[in-house]
């Protein structure tokens, strides 16, 4: 499993690795996953893998399959999670954006 850092929708700020920054993932069906904290930068956020859940936004399955989507050439009509600091901003579809510091 490789290291994978996000920038936050809301902020555009780095998700530090091992920092207490609070950080919701949404999807585009209204649900929420809450990492209070610690974030290791495998991807995990309240338990759920944001490639996996890229995937199922995508009418995909598996990790494997969201990565694949994240990394294609051609990304139009894609849907991507979001990750804010506010659980109270709705749900666009915007593309994750990476920290090209890996979360340090």
């Not at 593309?95 to 090209?100: F, V, Y």
Request: with cysteine; hydrophobic share 30%; charged share 30%.
């Amino acid at each position: 499993m490789g290291c994978f850092s996000f920038k936050t929708t809301d902020t555009n700020k780095a998700i530090k690795i091992g920092s207490d920054t609070l950080v919701f993932m949404l999807d585009n069906k209204g649900n929420i996953w809450t990492q209070n904290g610690g974030y290791r930068g495998y991807g995990l956020f309240g338990g759920k893998d944001i490639y996996e859940l890229l995937a199922e936004m995508n009418g995909k399955e598996t990790r494997d399959e969201g990565i694949d989507i994240a990394y294609q050439d051609n990304q139009r009509g894609i849907k991507w999670p979001n990750l804010v600091t506010d659980e109270s901003i709705p749900w666009k579809n915007k593309k994750l954006k990476t920290d090209p510091r890996q979360g340090w």
